[in-house]
């Protein structure tokens, strides 16, 4: 067994994630603190972060779509 058939070995066991796994597991944190903020009182930090937090969602909803078309 070489290298790369070592390095695969090894690979296989770590839970590396793709890049759509990573989109999908962060708009979930993202959605989730999105919620636990809208039931707190509102501040001028927590509406910030709710804007951004808007976007953010937005652009990953965006590319998750575009990643099932292709």
Do not use: C
């Not at 890049?19 to 999908?24: H, S």
């Not at 708009?27 to 636990?36: A, P, R």
């Not at 998750?64 to 292709?70: D, E, G, I, T, V």
């Amino acid at each position: 067994m070489g290298w790369g058939g070592l390095l695969d070995r090894v690979t296989s066991w770590l839970p590396i994630q793709t890049k759509v796994e990573r989109w999908r597991n962060q708009l979930e944190k993202y959605e989730k603190e999105k919620n636990e903020l809208l039931h707190k009182k509102a501040t001028f930090e927590s509406a910030n972060r709710v804007q951004y937090l808007n976007e953010r969602i937005s652009e990953l909803n965006r590319l998750l779509k575009n990643a099932a078309k292709s």
